[in-house]
């Protein structure tokens, strides 16, 4: 059976490895609500896994870190200095005074912290420093083996990396010293962290320091009452009276009173030691839970937002296809141009109007006639590709405002846009080009493969193949209910039933309506695939958002169950 603190790493440490990767790898890339907020409490839960909780859990042996942290001004490097009864903090006016942390410990303790397990992105030195990556090492005989003391920059620096260095130094302790003053310990910051700190499970000592003896009864007795109120009453309260310094800038011994010798008594007994140790470290995993559920849900929000903005895109594109298809079938693409090179092609148009009556001379013209000239009906398959590229061009440039559109109106949509999103990509003419081009192409060899049985066909030339596949796309553009009204349709109307009838004269009328419909759908295929491609310049902006809100939530429960076996602390 496990007992107390028997942790295995598959039970725990691995757990928080899990954790700490999930974590790490989970992105709030679209700008929301909640994304500032993730983006750095993610990075705080990976800073305080690897500064804290991986290497604590690893040596809960090591010894005790305790952090003296506090507001400007409020005497931390003098606490510390005469705690440890040397000058190793510098101390004065000029603020903020500590610029980089320091850390006092016994030189038997140094070793652990020199070899960076614990806040591993501070860089080890032995001399005194100002940058705030870095960790001052002093070893001082005076403490007892055990525990360290390390001198924290003030939590309300105005120098924003102080401030930042000191909030992940209070996230790495096993104790923290917070100092205050008498004129002080009423701000509003301090109060913020230490709220930060009960909620994470640190243990905490207060520290009321250069209280004015006459004052000490009232402040104490008010301090209390906060602490009481802010949920933090079990934390042991220090009065360090106001006092004159020694000679070496030093509190006298009788100042420190009951903090000194608490001090001492920590160092002096393991066990205690490593109740305190226990006791935070079970607070902060314990703190692992809510933490990663605002992250998880922060994920889902994101998820749900690349959603929203990818289903607007995908109703632009559809609507798009929708007028393609819809501009294919209705006769439109029979008038103008095409309708011009149509009867170039064909013939007067009277022969138009006796078309029906002389479907078999017809048919051999088609075939035989202009056999050896050459490819027919060049100006004609321009004049389809011309209106077919100004079709898809309008329905790609209508697609793309509908979508730009749509995502102005998200933040996380407006954030992502660009000016050339609102119309469609500078080259899709030339794809739309080579798209009809591959598709007459198609048409082509759906009409050899149809043919291949029909010795009228089969003993024609390129020409007799040519001429019917124009036939054929004639007939694509228009659907079989089409009744055309009015001067000009009523002649691209009569276009297409002539086109018709020349073809189920040659292949038969369930044969020519099967090669129709195969063109037609081949089309639409071919400009959907080309509308995808437009679409994917706005999906393509939302794909990265990771749907990590189950991994998340799945990682920190492991996290837990794990916590509950090993069982840190004793109920």
């Known amino acids: 059976m496990q007992t107390r603190g028997e942790l295995t790493p598959a ?46 859990l690893a040596r809960l042996d090591a010894p005790l870190l305790a952090v003296v942290g506090g507001s400007t001004g409020a005497g931390k ?14 101390a004065g006016v000029l603020r903020p005074t500590t610029r980089a942390p320091l850390l ?42 055990g525990l360290a003391l390390l001198d924290a920059p003030d939590i309300d620096s105005v120098v924003d990396a102080n401030r930042a260095l000191a909030g992940q130094l209070l996230a790495a302790a096993d104790l923290w010293v917070f100092v205050t003053t008498a004129a002080r310990y009423a701000d509003a910051v301090p109060w913020g962290l230490l709220r930060t700190a009960r909620q994470r499970g640190t243990v905490i000592a207060m520290v009321l320091d250069r209280v004015p003896p006459e004052a000490a009864e009232e402040v104490a007795a008010h301090l209390a009452e906060m602490l009481r109120e802010n949920g933090l009453g079990a934390a042991p309260l220090f009065i360090v009276p106001e006092t004159r310094l020694t000679a070496d800038g030093l509190l006298p011994p009788t100042a420190l009173g009951d903090l000194s010798a608490w001090i001492g008594y920590l160092a002096a007994d393991a066990e205690t030691r490593a109740d305190v140790v226990r006791r935070t470290l079970d ?44 501009g294919v079938a209705d006769g439109r693409l029979l008038r103008g141009e095409v309708l011009a090179r149509w009867q170039e092609f064909v013939g007067t148009g009277e022969l138009m109007r006796t078309l029906e009556a002389q479907i078999g001379r017809l048919r051999d013209r088609v075939v035989a006639t202009l056999t050896g000239r050459p490819a027919p009906g060049h100006a004609l398959r321009s ?27 998200h933040p996380a949509g407006a954030a992502l846009l660009s000016p050339p999103l609102g119309r469609a990509g ?8 080579r798209l009809i081009r591959d598709w007459q192409r198609h048409v082509l060899e759906m009409v050899r493969a149809e043919a291949g049985d029909k010795r009228a066909l089969a003993r024609g030339t390129a020409y007799a193949v040519n001429a019917t596949g124009l036939l054929v796309m004639v007939v694509v ?16 109307g009569g276009t297409t039933v002539a086109a018709q009838k020349v073809l189920e004269a040659i292949f038969g ?46 990682a920190a429960l492991h996290v837990e169950s794990a916590r509950a076996r090993a069982a840190l602390v004793t109920p």
């Open 283 to 326: 607070g902060a995993l314990a703190a692992l839970a809510p933490t990663t559920a605002s992250l998880a849900e922060a994920a889902e929000e994101q998820v749900s937002a690349a959603e929203t903005l990818a289903e607007r895109v995908d109703n632009a594109y559809r609507n798009a296809n929708r007028a393609v298809a819809h």
């Open 426 to 433: 500078p080259d899709l003419p030339d794809r739309a080009e």
């Open 77 to 90: 490097s003098t606490l510390v200095n005469s705690l440890v009864a040397a000058k190793v903090s510098a």
């Open 509 to 554: 009328d369930q044969a020519i309506r099967t090669l129709a419909a195969k063109a037609r759908a081949d089309l639409l295929d071919r400009v959907a695939a080309l509308l995808a491609e437009e679409s994917a310049r706005f999906t393509t902006l939302v794909e990265a958002v990771p749907d990590s809100a189950a991994r998340l939530r799945d």
């Open 383 to 409: 004049a389809i590709e011309g209106n077919l590229v100004t079709l898809i061009r309008g329905a790609a440039d209508e697609a793309a405002e509908s979508a730009y559109t749509g995502w102005q109106a």
């Open 11 to 56: 039970s725990l440490a691995e757990a928080l490895d899990h954790l700490r990767s999930v974590v790490a790898g989970t992105s709030y890339p679209l700008v929301m609500p909640s994304a500032a907020d993730a983006r750095q409490a993610g990075t705080a839960l990976v800073t305080q896994l690897d500064d804290y909780l991986i290497p604590r």
């Open 477 to 492: 553009f228009a659907s079989t209910a089409f009744i055309p009204t009015g001067a000009e349709v009523a002649v691209a």
């Open 104 to 145: 006092a410990a016994n030189p038997a303790d140094l070793e652990w912290f020199r070899r960076g397990e614990l806040l591993p992105g501070l860089t080890r030195t032995d001399e005194p420093s100002t940058d705030p990556k870095s960790l001052q090492l002093v070893g001082v005989p005076t403490l007892a083996p």
